[in-house]
């Protein structure tokens, strides 16, 4: 058995990993470095690291170690879970596996056909959040073996989601929809709520399929309307539809 490791231990790891995240974020490595430095940090069986695609609704994994079926589930579907609006909330600090409550673990899919049959008994989902507040991607890692408590490692993943958030989010953004310029002069996020705009959806439902908050929403509207000089939303619904701009599925 491996001998335990020390607070100052894990810290000291967790450094490692930022660098390797730093490192990945300007393009000088790949993100298998960070799941292998992760490794010093906390002992797993399986790991890895999606960046969330906002336009195909999926994630896409940058690096892991899951099975086939398990990195399907979670590049595809994990997004549709029960589990995934608990824990894609900004303000919670990774969702471990033993903090989530029974009836919540029975009606999870991902759980109990993906995680279960593996023998997973621990982990940490950890959702990745840019400094804009975009929802980027996603740490899981799981583990066979319960952990000690209190357990430092949860600290110190927590202090590292700044720095992965940074090595998954792309380096640039995406194309705009259906366009090889940008109309009105708009961002891609400007052209994603537009293009929400013509479904007649709230502040809210957009901010949920964007994983991002109606606060950012509104300020995302309030620029669209400033930018190509309209009154309100349904005139700038309007001219989405001019411009053959329209929602994903």
């Known amino acids: 058995m491996a001998a335990r490791r020390s607070t ?27 799941l292998t430095a992760l490794s010093e940090v906390m002992e797993y069986d399986h790991a890895s690291l999606t960046r969330w695609d906002p336009l195909h ?22 997004h549709r879970d029960p589990v995934f609006p608990v824990l894609r909330s ?7 596996l033993r903090d989530v409550p029974g009836q919540l673990l029975a009606a999870s899919p991902g759980f109990q056909d993906v995680l279960s049959p593996l023998g997973i008994e621990d982990g940490v989902a950890q959702c990745l959040f840019a400094a804009d507040g975009r929802y980027v991607g996603m740490l899981n890692v ?15 993943v ?23 310029v940008r109309p009105g002069g708009l961002s891609p ?4 709520v537009l293009a929400e705009l013509t479904t007649g959806r709230t502040n809210r439902e957009i901010a949920e399929r964007l994983y991002v908050t109606p606060r950012t929403v509104g300020t ?4 669209i309307l400033a930018k190509l000089d309209l009154p309100n939303r349904a005139a700038a619904a309007a001219r989405a539809v001019a411009w053959g701009i329209e929602a994903s599925d």
């Open 8 to 34: 100052a231990d894990i810290l000291d790891a967790a450094v490692h990993v930022r660098e390797a995240a730093r490192s990945a974020a300007a393009g000088a490595s790949g993100l298998d470095p960070v």
């Open 189 to 192: 996020r400007e052209l994603q």
């Open 220 to 223: 995302h509207i309030e620029h």
């Open 90 to 96: 900004p303000e919670r600090g990774g969702l471990w």
């Open 142 to 156: 799981s583990t066979r073996r319960p952990r000690r408590a209190p357990d430092p490692a949860r600290a110190a």
């Open 57 to 78: 609704r999926r994630h896409t994994t940058l690096a892991g170690s899951y099975p086939d079926d398990a990195t399907a589930y979670i590049e595809n579907r994990l």
């Open 158 to 180: 927590t202090l590292l989601t700044e720095s992965l958030a940074a090595a998954v989010a792309p380096r640039s953004d995406p194309p705009p929809p259906k366009a090889h």
